[in-house]
T-cell receptor, first 113, second 112 residues
Framework: NAGVTQTPKFQVLKTGQSMTLQCAQDMNHEYMSWYRQDPGMGLRLIHYSVGAGITDQGEVPNGYNVSRSTTEDFPLRLLSAAPSQTSVYFC????????????FGPGTRLTVT | RKEVEQDPGPFNVPEGATVAFNCTYSNSASQSFFWYRQDCRKEPKLLMSVYSSGNEDGRFTAQLNRASQYISLLIRDSKLSDSATYLC?????????????FGAGTILRVKS
């Protein structure tokens, strides 16, 4: 069981470039989400999805797009990278419902110069 | 005011010490509560859920005080391996579980 996988682990972008962070889970979880983690700020929710074809915005969605065509995959797209998007990005999945454990991927460290 | 607030620490304690962390939350409708542990440069992992009656898992005890809107984590007999950041997590969406709010974390350093 791979759990939640993310690629790449590290990425350096120049301002204005676009890219897609990949996330996949093999636990058949309906709920998936993307967070960014910055020093002193904790994890902040970017976008989430409660099932294939359904996505919604979290706390900090600007500059990011998501789609959910399958239960397994939940890619995050940076449309035009900015230095303010330098962060560590975590993808997570869980069983829908308030009590389920959330499983995180290993993270992607993104630097935008 | 942040929805979930934690003392950032760091808490520097010797091996064998007992240490306690508190976390306050602002949304009185919050229904489920968790402590996650995050090691340096790693992903967060669930340490324990927090139940209304309080719960214990080995050396770890979690308690919830709804009236004062805080949760706590007590670690007894600290080990070097307990060194990590402890994240307080509050879920305010009881129906779908869509609203997990994370505190910024409390750093614990256990020294020999």
């Amino acid at each position: 069981n791979a759990g939640v996988t993310q690629t790449p682990k590290f990425q350096v972008l120049k301002t204005g470039q676009s890219m897609t962070l990949q996330c996949a889970q093999d636990m058949n979880h309906e709920y998936m989400s993307w967070y960014r983690q910055d020093p002193g700020m904790g994890l902040r929710l970017i976008h989430y999805s409660v099932g294939a074809g359904i996505t919604d915005q979290g706390e900090v969605p600007n500059g990011y797009n998501v789609s959910r065509s399958t239960t397994e995959d939940f890619p995050l797209r940076l449309l035009s990278a900015a230095p303010s998007q330098t962060s560590v990005y975590f993808c997570a999945s869980r069983v829908t419902g308030a009590l389920g454990e959330q499983y995180f991927g290993p993270g992607t460290r993104l630097t935008v110069t | 005011r942040k929805e979930v607030e934690q003392d950032p620490g760091p808490f520097n304690v010797p091996e064998g010490a007992t240490v306690a962390f508190n976390c306050t939350y602002s949304n009185s409708a919050s229904q489920s509560f968790f402590w996650y542990r995050q090691d340096c440069r790693k992903e967060p992992k669930l340490l324990m859920s927090v139940y209304s009656s309080g719960n214990e898992d080995g050396r770890f005890t979690a308690q919830l005080n709804r009236a004062s809107q805080y949760i706590s984590l007590l670690i007894r007999d600290s080990k070097l391996s307990d060194s990590a950041t402890y994240l307080c997590v509050v879920n305010t969406d009881m129906e779908y579980g869509n609203k997990l709010v994370f505190g910024a974390g409390t750093i614990l350093r256990v020294k020999s």
